[in-house]
């Protein structure tokens, strides 16, 4: 499948934030210059941050958080393939696919010049005892409608819930990197802890409406000494001061989840926590045919430096998820990424200049969480990073941004303008106290 123009061909390989980002970045500064087509199993991009809205909500998430991706990508003369990417050889500068549209399709071969890798990553819940049979999660369609169906239809009778992460494996492919002057990315245990603090708030909320009880009956966890440690120390004391005022159980340094049982879960430090429902977010690892390539770290996550740019194979770029510097796995920080990876190959081909693309992925975790009660938290923060900002607030304006955000994404067709993110730092900085 060689370009027919003879243009460079660029390769995005996954079709969701960072795939879809990359790529309406790449046609947006590259121009005509390079044919761009973008590979994905499945053809719609999936809104994951509002998955747990709808679950608390009572809205089956299938119907909301979906968006074609074939005639958005169409629109910008982006081709799409719907197929699953079995390896890639960075020798040859070679995929293999196989179509995922119809059962017995036959391998093909997809040669590139450019190449994004933004496949995102592998949530192992297969690797957590009892998961299938006693656990519960807001990740996907399927696991959103099966909590809710059990949060609204009967299932679950008003027992202790507990929330919170199982140990995650950082690779070493982002150690020496520097985004503040005097910063690193730090090594966590868990990959994203935004999701199990926005729960448990949600959950609260939820117990307090349905007359089912209060705080007290939710345990979160967490296999770090402190939760969310990447939203910085200032932050997340603020967070936990609240919490623990409402009457939240926390447990820290749990390890990892051992195994879940009918009555509640158990952790590899020999502690355990009775609940009913276990709401819990599985290690987010890479995709096993990532692992061992020359672009790979020690846990198959893409190396690059703060361009976005593997060092050994400078024609190979990962944004989101799947690059080893994104930490936490934020979609947020992916925007970012997706920017850096335009402007790049915008240069590589001569659409702009040095001075223009080689700005530095300097990673800022924002986040607007969910509280339920039509409330949500907001933070914006680089501090663990060794950056000086630390922002938190709450209250009803950053949930109708965190709404309007889905909306006016799907709007949109995904192109955010950058000062999407500004306007909500301006909304919610300057009209709500801390
Ligand atoms: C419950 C929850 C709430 C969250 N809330 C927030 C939030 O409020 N703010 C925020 O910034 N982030 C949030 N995140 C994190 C955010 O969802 C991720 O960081 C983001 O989805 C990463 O985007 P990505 O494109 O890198 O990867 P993904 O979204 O994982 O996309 C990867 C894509 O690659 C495709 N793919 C994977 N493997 C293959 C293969 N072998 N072949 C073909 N296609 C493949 C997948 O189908 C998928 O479309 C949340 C996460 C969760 C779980």
Known sequence: ???????????VLGGNFAGLGSAQKIRQYAKEAVDITVVDRKDFLLFVPNIPADVFENRD??????????????DDDIKFIQADVQGIDVEAKSIDILPTERPGAAKQTLRYDYLVVALGNRLAFDEIEGFAEFGDSVTDLYLGEKLRQKLHFGGYKGGPI?????????GDGAVGLAPYPGGSIPMALA???GPPVELMM???????ETQQGDPSKITVFTPAELIAEDAGVTVVNQLLGLATKMGFNYLNNTQNIKRLTADGIEFTDGRSVAAELKIVFPNWKAHPFMRGLPISDSEGFVITDLLMRNPKY?????AGDAAAVTMPKLGAIGHQECEIVGRQIAKDVGMMSAEHADQPLQPIVYCLGDMGGGKAFYIRSNTWFGGDTAVLKMGHVPYMLKMQYRTLFMQLKGKVPGWGLNLAEMAVEHHLPS
């Open 202 to 208: 949600a959950a609260a909320t939820y117990l307090k």
């Open 61 to 74: 998430p299938a119907l909301h958080q979906r968006m074609e991706l074939r005639a958005v990508l169409a």
């Open 1 to 11: 499948m060689e370009s027919l123009k003879n243009k460079p061909h660029v390769v």
């Open 162 to 170: 507990a929330i919170g992460s199982a140990r995650f494996s950082q």
């Open 314 to 318: 400078p024609t190979v770029f990962a």
């Open 191 to 193: 990959a994203c802890e």
